[in-house]
């Protein structure tokens, strides 16, 4: 797959590293404070920036990915935030990582948990199609793991083609979009066999592929690198 692809708006964080659309709009979540803040998806003006509606502080630390469901806002917590800033009890156990479930107006925790498996986690998605799981990355393992939310058990485990996984986005077709940042690769997964079927390749000339978002047909990534947000055209068209 060869989409269009554009620099859509500039993130209001240096290190924007998980996107969710919801219909309220595009939540962002920063890796370096842990605020989440929801953008409007209206065109941006001119600076590229668009409108805050909203601006939370969040207990998760080194935030790595974001979804929405259940009502609430999902982070992954990809360790302890002591890399830029002091420790907090509140921050996930280093080499561990943890998912935080938070309240999309107040940012207060309602849920944690730990990891399936060590090492960190870059991405999660709550799926919609099989609702009452979350599949998230396991780093370490290089796999994708299918959570059933109210025991935390184990429902899947893939197999991932590339390192480094990060954004998650569900599928109505038994798949998934995941980044693989390092690779500069966005690929479809068979979500029984994590076979390949389609990618996007990402080339240098674009912003760096970091944490993804549907939006109506088409993806949005966003790099934490740079601060950009760039939208993939046509991708569910």
């Known amino acids: 797959m060869n989409p269009g692809i554009t620099r859509y708006m500039r993130a209001p964080y240096g290190a924007p590293n998980g996107l969710q659309v919801t219909g309220e709009g595009l939540w962002v979540v920063d890796q370096l404070t842990d605020r989440v803040a929801l953008l409007a998806l209206e065109a941006p003006h001119e600076y590229g920036v668009s409108r805050i509606l909203r601006e939370l502080p969040t207990e998760s630390s080194n935030t790595s990915g974001m979804s929405f469901g259940e009502g609430g806002l999902w982070l992954a917590a990809n360790g302890p935030g002591e ?46 199609v099989e609702k009452g799981t979350i599949w998230l990355s396991t780093l370490q393992e290089k796999t994708l793991t299918q959570v059933r939310i ?76 740079t601060g950009w947000i760039a939208r993939i055209d046509g991708v569910f068209g």
């Not at 009890?89 to 060590?118: F, M, N, Q, S």
Request: proline letters at 10%.
């Open 150 to 225: 109210p025991d935390w058990s184990v429902k899947r485990v893939i197999p991932l083609p590339y390192d480094a996984g990060h954004g998650v986005v569900r599928t109505e077709d038994d798949a998934l979009w995941m980044v693989f940042k390092v690779d500069r690769v966005i690929a479809k997964m068979d979500i029984e066999t994590g076979k390949v079927r389609d990618e996007i390749h990402i080339g240098p000339e674009h912003p760096e592929p970091h944490g993804l978002a549907r939006c109506g047909d088409d993806l949005l990534y966003c790099d934490a690198m």
């Open 83 to 128: 890399r830029w800033r002091f420790p907090k009890d509140t921050d996930a156990p280093a080499k561990t990582g943890e998912i935080l479930k938070v309240d999309p107006l107040t940012g207060a925790t309602l849920l944690r948990r730990p990891l399936p498996a060590p090492g960190g986690t870059h991405g999660l998605d709550y799926d919609f």
